[in-house]
């Protein structure tokens, strides 16, 4: 019969989300935002292979009726980036969130680690890095070591800061750094070629 999810909590999203008759699904509605925060935090997209899933076949709509999910409700993708980087994004509206942030990046490269969430960062640089992975003894120092935060600096909601500009380009005629082009790129992302 599979999970019934809004039962008694209400559901996460709207339910056409659920739905790829009503244009819904997880990967239309994320990868335009992976596309934009990956190229302009590391680097352009050049590829990108997904698979979607949907991992709850029934939800229940904003009246209480059951019906058949008929879009993905999960994605896990792989994305090619400039200078050979490689990006592995999973998101998910399956779960229920259960963690200190919403989205949560971690960056590994030849220099050092980070981890990104909305109020934190964490960094550990190459030089700081200490142990092995694995669990051959208990003597094997603890793999957290270096880990540093980056000072907190205090930023406004983004959406309202590019919108923000938006208007002050359209009013005031100042410059915007975004054309057409940059909006379509997100949404070519998800669509298969």
Same mark, same amino acid.
């Given at each position: 019969?599979?999970?019934?999810?809004?039962?008694?909590?209400?559901?996460?999203?709207?339910?056409?989300?659920?739905?790829?008759?009503?244009?819904?699904?997880?990967?239309?509605?994320?990868?335009?935002?992976?596309?934009?925060?990956?190229?302009?935090?590391?680097?352009?997209?050049?590829?990108?292979?997904?698979?979607?899933?949907?991992?709850?076949?029934?939800?229940?709509?904003?009246?209480?009726?059951?019906?058949?999910?008929?879009?993905?409700?999960?994605?896990?993708?792989? @994305? !090619?980036? /400039? #200078?050979?980087?490689?990006?592995?994004?999973?998101?998910?509206?399956? $779960?229920?969130?259960?963690?200190? %942030? +919403?989205?949560? @990046? !971690?960056? /590994? #490269?030849?220099?050092?680690?980070?981890?990104?969430?909305?109020?934190? $960062?964490?960094?550990?640089?190459? %030089? +700081?890095?200490?142990?092995?992975?694995?669990?051959?003894?208990?003597?094997?120092?603890?793999?957290?070591?270096? $880990?540093?935060?980056?000072?907190? %600096?205090?930023?406004?909601?983004?959406?309202?800061?590019?919108?923000?500009?938006?208007?002050?380009?359209?009013?005031?005629?100042?410059?915007?750094?975004?054309?057409?082009?940059?909006?379509?790129?997100?949404?070519?992302?998800?669509?298969?070629?």
């Amino acid at each position: 019969m599979g999970v019934r999810w809004g039962r008694g909590a209400g559901a996460q999203r709207p339910s056409w989300n659920y739905r790829a008759e009503d244009g819904g699904g997880l990967i239309l509605d994320m990868f335009c935002h992976w596309s934009y925060v990956l190229e302009y935090l590391i680097a352009p997209v050049r590829g990108v292979m997904a698979l979607g899933a949907t991992h709850v076949p029934e939800r229940v709509d904003e009246r209480g009726r059951v019906y058949k999910a008929t879009a993905d409700d999960a994605a896990y993708g792989i @994305f !090619q980036l /400039d #200078g050979g980087i490689i990006a592995q994004i999973n998101s998910s509206w399956c $779960v229920r969130v259960n963690r200190d %942030e +919403l989205v949560e @990046f !971690q960056i /590994d #490269g030849t220099h050092g680690s980070a981890v990104v969430r909305a109020a934190r $960062v964490q960094i550990q640089p190459r %030089e +700081l890095t200490r142990g092995r992975s694995g669990i051959r003894t208990s003597r094997t120092p603890r793999l957290r070591g270096g $880990v540093e935060r980056v000072p907190d %600096e205090p930023f406004d909601n983004g959406f309202l800061v590019k919108w923000e500009q938006f208007l002050r380009h359209v009013v005031r005629d100042e410059p915007f750094p975004y054309d057409f082009v940059s909006g379509a790129k997100g949404v070519q992302l998800p669509r298969p070629a």
